[in-house]
Antibody
Framework: QVTLRESGPALVKPTQTLTLTCTFS??????????VSWIRQPPGKALEWLAL???????YYSTSLKTRLTISKDTSKNQVVLTMTNMDPVDTATYYC?????????????WGQGTLVTVSS | DIQMTQSPSSLSASVGDRVTITCRAS??????LAWYQQKPGKVPKLLIY???TLQSGVPSRFSGSGSGTDFTLTISSLQPEDVATYYC?????????FGGGTKVEIK
């Protein structure tokens, strides 16, 4: 059974760096084809794709946010970490991590429950 | 980057109506398109992948079509439990951009 769970601070101040952790089970990021993405959704707004890391440690970022994002993995802990620098109130959103299996398709087949991050002083 | 444009942004239809949502890519993406359903306060759920393949367990009233730049999600007979926002997503290559969403309500 595949599960993903996001964790991190619920509140960050403007200009701070956000660090979110995705802890997953039911698959391994050392298995060929496995990928984890981060997606966010501001309150009442659309989904926005942020970043992806794959089994081979290839990393991909949103063009508009790539200067602020870093994605990494710890295969031994079954974790993926996303950092976002210079946080602003417009970054207030629910942040989701999600899994893709490139061997069946690059679409998202499992989502975490999401974690709401509020940016405010 | 390839942009994904959904239309309409919202719609209201009666129970039993046929509902069609369109997603257009600014460049061709073959059939690397997924549709997700997000009910209020819930996590998105995969409905369709590869433009037209129904995910296991999804009711057969949902269908997808299209290839290249133009795609369609159809609900053949709208049900009250279909009230949700629907998103398309390209996944041929990064970035895996989402469309802006279509909110479906019951009239």
């Amino acid at each position: 059974q595949v599960t993903l769970r996001e964790s991190g601070p619920a509140l960050v101040k403007p200009t701070q760096t956000l660090t979110l952790t995705c802890t997953f089970s039911g698959f391994s990021l050392s298995t060929s084809g496995m990928c984890v993405s981060w997606i966010r959704q501001p309150p009442g707004k659309a989904l926005e794709w942020l970043a992806l890391i794959d089994w081979d440690d290839d990393k991909y970022y949103s063009t508009s946010l790539k200067t602020r994002l870093t994605i990494s993995k710890d295969t031994s802990k079954n974790q993926v970490v996303l950092t976002m620098t210079n946080m602003d109130p417009v970054d207030t959103a629910t942040y989701y991590c999600a899994r893709m299996d490139i061997l069946t398709g690059y679409y998202i087949d499992y989502w975490g429950q999401g974690t709401l991050v509020t940016v405010s002083s | 980057d390839i942009q994904m444009t959904q239309s309409p942004s919202s719609l209201s239809a009666s129970v039993g109506d046929r509902v069609t949502i369109t997603c257009r890519a600014s460049q061709g993406i073959s059939n690397y398109l997924a549709w997700y359903q997000q009910k209020p306060g819930k996590v998105p759920k995969l409905l369709i992948y590869a433009a037209s393949t129904l995910q296991s367990g999804v009711p057969s009233r949902f269908s997808g079509s299209g290839s290249g730049t133009d795609f369609t999600l159809t609900i053949s007979s709208l049900q009250p439990e279909d009230v949700a926002t629907y998103y398309c997503q390209k996944y041929n290559s990064a970035p895996h951009t989402f469309g802006g969403g279509t909110k479906v309500e019951i009239k």
